[in-house]
Each structure stands twice: as C-alpha cells, then as structure tokens.
C-alpha cells in the first residue's frame, strides 16, 4: 500500500536529486513536491490538510505524477507550467507560457489592504500594469471590489490568457497598450507595477527554469529600469492627489536607487518573502517630475 506520504517523501526527494531551481511561487522542494502530488490526484491545496497523508495514493494520479516529474526534473518546467494553475493569496489562476507564473510579492501589500502605504480611505480606480496573466489586479479586484481594475500589457498572447483568468475573476477591463500612456491625467489611485526588470547580467545567468517564460517579460534592458524610466514619468502624469505607484524591481534595486537622489524609493519590508518591491507617493512623483521637465 503506497500513501500519499510515501509519494510526497519520493517526490521531494526526486525534486532535490535533479536539483530544481525553486523561484516559481514555491519555496522549497517541499512545498513544490506538495503540489505536484495533489495536482496529479486532482486535489486543491486549499482542500486537502494532514488527514490525506495515509491514505492510499490512487494509481491513476501516479501516472500522471510520473510526466510531471518528467517535465520538472528533465526539463525544468516550472511547477506552474505543468499543472496548469498558480496560487496567488487565496486566489488560482490559470498559468502558461503565455505569460510568467504568477509570484509577485506585491500580493503582500495588496492583501494589507495597501496599508500603510496608501492614504485615502479606499482606492476608486487601480491599473495594474504589465499585468501578464492578470493575477495582481484580479488580487485586487478581490480585495477592493468596489474599485475599477484596470489591466493593460502590451503582450497579446498575455493579454489573451488575463481574459481567461478574467473569466474566473471579476475585473473591469482588459486593455493592449504600452505602459502608462493610455491613461488620462489624475485618473488613478493605486497602479501595481510588475515590468520587465532583470538586467543584463542576470539575463545571462538565470536558472533553466526562467527559460521556459517569456523574455519580453523579464528582460529590462542592461540596468533593469528600461521600462521603468517610463513608467515614472507617466505615474507622475495619471496618479491622483494621495496615490501611490508599488513597483517591484527585483535584483534592480541598486539601479532604482540611483535613478534620481530627487526620488528616493520607499522600501517595502516584506514579510512573506522576496524583496525588490517599493512605493512611490504621487506628491514625490510629481515633484521629482516637475524638476526633471525645469531641467531639460
């Protein structure tokens, strides 16, 4: 008789052995070998506690476990990628390699509420920028179902999986664009930022597993901050009096924080892990702008 206990000590060990990069939502060989062994049983995290761990792993979803080990282990496929669906908070989303796998750590703030960052009582419209599958705004949308949730990227193919998730998870509107330029002036309150942002040199060393996501999504140019040098201007432009830009930069933070001395980043101190996430005030925006724009 063969448990799901049995099944789970195998699979870690196994995720360990071909020594998989864990950087995909997942923290370790553990967590990751939790979620291939009920994925393959067709059972939800959320459902599923200890009380499963003795009884007997069903044979069929030991088949299926063997092609996900297959596709993790050989050719490093994230774990997304092969179940099909990424946690997010408490939320699942579809996940391919139409965009990257939903982990960003400015889901911690958007489930605080954006506190303490944000001011206002609660915030009327929040874009979420460079959305790929749409998780962050979707997140969002949950938390402030009041609010307008506004999604924009530029990638169609992303753009095409946002709307499926979008069809699990109420927004307002799904929208192709570049950046910020779409929107009118002091028009928005919280605009989440997850661009493009690992530089040149950590382009050049990522893990397999990073391969198998789409470069136009992580490549930010040789500091990381091509995109971003936009992005601020613009943020500057559309944010509303007591708004705030979140931006996660990543390994990029050095770059951010030599942008401009005028335009200190405030750091986020993350407790569910990750780091490279900051917050811009509107007021420090538009005035950092404004002296760039005396400058020229």
Known sequence: MVTFRDILISTE??????????????????????????AAASLSPLDTGTEVL?????????????????????????????????????????????????????AELVLNELQPW????????????????????????????????????????ALNLA??????????????????????????????????????????DLPPEYLHEPGLALRGGEDGLDLVRVMLVDAARILRAGGILILEVGNSVEALEGLSP?????WVELEQGGHGVAVFMAQDLAQWAAYETRAQ
């Open 262 to 266: 005028l335009l200190p980043p405030l």
């Open 13 to 38: 060990n196994r995720l360990i052995e071909a020594d998989v990069f864990c950087g995909h939502g997942y923290e370790s060989e553990h967590d990751e070998a939790v979620a291939l062994v009920l």
């Open 163 to 204: 709307r499926e998730n979008a069809a699990l998870h109420e927004v307002d509107a799904v929208v192709r664009a570049d950046l910020l330029a779409w929107c009118a002036d002091d028009s928005v309150d919280v605009i989440l930022a997850n661009p493009p942002y690992v530089d040149a040199e950590d382009m050049r």
């Open 118 to 157: 944000y001011e206002g009582t609660s915030p009327s419209v929040i874009v979420d920028v460079c959305c790929g599958g749409g998780s962050l705004g979707m997140l969002a949308k949950w938390v402030f179902p009041d609010a307008q949730v506004l999604l924009s990227d530029i990638d169609a193919d």
């Open 54 to 106: 003795d009884e007997v792993y069903p044979a069929d979803a030991g088949e299926v476990l063997v092609s996900y080990l297959i596709a993790r282990c050989e050719k490093k496929l994230p774990v997304a990628y092969i179940t099909g669906e990424a946690w997010l908070g408490p939320l699942c989303f579809k996940s391919d390699r139409r965009a990257l796998v939903p982990r960003s750590p400015v």
